[in-house]
């Protein structure tokens, strides 16, 4: 029975292989993430002759790695290997998505040394940011990280939004502003991860039903050993908690496994003890008062939809906080946001797209609901994420006007979990403070 490695030897020779496990050995890995991974004896999607089977030792490890360079091999080739890409070797978009999926498996096992260097020559690693003086696509502009904005004009507030952070948070780098928008997912994978695993197992052994009862009957307590058992989550809310904005907001995401069992109420103190304004779909618009005298009225949702398979998706997503189906969830998005009224709302979030732009597409995102809300509740500004930014990503995808509504595509990864993209600045006209 064939393996990736093997596949990968009889086209490229063993001076790939053998760089692929030189390149190995010297990674630098989480060793409580990689057994954890292991541990769980799950089997990926393969491409022929290979056929998948219970991963439980390193050299599965190296067969993802292999996945990655024989199907990717414009992408990962040199970076797995540590050898120059040959000219013949191009990427095999019939089989793209077993390639994605083992790039998403390899960051899960704590490998995190090749996605960082497939980040570092992108935007977000190197400081860069789009800058929107007035709310119109056409006016948006790429600025470098040094660049000194003029401070926004009387009755604007300056915004800036991210969104898909995934635990790379500490290589993003952000513009000032006065109000900092986070579009959710903040952690990775978090449902599968060791510490969304540990959590369960601890109200498994403490007699709760769910994590929302073991936070509900001891905060302090859950708060305790959420720092010491789940550094991951802990780690991005303090990273959020230390920027310096007037304003924090959060809204969740798909792969926010853990805010979603602690139920909203848990989840809104967890993140106020870090500063941290979070919202979700119940709530009211909140008013955000800025010392400049200034009112933005905001209001957010986590949600998204489930993905279909397809070309670039191999297998069924595992992260799923959040999501409603694409088809019969519309229903339930709709009575969740029945409470909006027109243009009450300056600033609008949904984790997810739209349908028909800022990477919505058809069999990834809602047919209609999402475009609905905003024709009727006419924000002045849309925010949103979850798609992943693609290979080649322009500019005026991640902009446009929607409804009449200015529409802003917030992530930072692109769609091999790496750090591209950019932070949006937007100065925002603001109500006066009543």
Partial sequence: MQRPMDCLRDRFGGEAANGLEAVFQDAEKNEAKLAHFLSM??????????VARAETEQKDILDLLAKMALYAPEVWYSIVT???????????????GVAFDASSRVRR???????????????AYDGSYVYLPLPEPEH????????????AEAGAVRLVAISDTHLLHQGVHLPAGDVLVHCGDLSYEES??????????????????????????????????????????????????????EHLVLVAGNHDFILEQLGTTNAEKLC???????????????????????????????????????????????????????ETGEGEFREQTAHLQPLETDV???????????????????????????????PALF???????????KLPDKVCKLEGVLGVHCAVTGVWNQLTGYPFVVDLPARACP
């Fill in 41 to 50: 004896a799950e089997t990926s999607p393969q491409a022929a002759p290979c």
């Fill in 82 to 96: 540590g050898l120059d890409r040959p000219d013949d070797a191009k990427n095999d978009y019939s089989n793209i």
């Fill in 109 to 123: 096992a704590g490998l995190e040394t090749y996605h960082q260097k497939l980040s570092q020559a992108e935007a």
């Fill in 140 to 151: 948006a502009v790429v600025r470098a990280k040094a660049t000194a904005e003029a401070p």
């Fill in 192 to 245: 599968r991860s060791k510490e969304g695993r540990s959590l369960l197992d601890k109200c498994r052994r403490q007699g709760f039903d769910d994590p929302e009862s073991f936070a509900n009957k001891d905060f302090e307590g859950f708060l305790a050993w959420l720092e010491k058992s789940c550094p991951d989550m802990f780690s991005g809310l303090q990273w959020l908690s230390r920027q310096t904005y």
């Fill in 272 to 326: 106020s003890h870090f500063g941290i304004k979070y919202l979700y779909a119940a709530l009211k618009p909140i008013a955000l008062d800025f010392t400049s005298g200034r009112r933005l009225r905001i209001w957010g949702s986590a949600v998204s939809s489930h993905a279909k398979l397809g070309r670039d998706r191999a297998i069924a997503s595992g992260n799923l906080a959040f999501q409603l189906d694409m």
């Fill in 348 to 378: 609008l979030i949904t984790h997810g797209p739209p349908n028909g732009c800022l990477y919505g597409k058809k069999d990834r995102t809602f047919p209609s609901c999402i475009n609905e809300l905003l024709r009727r509740v006419r």
């Fill in 383 to 393: 925010l949103c994420g979850h798609a992943h930014n693609p290979d080649g990503m």
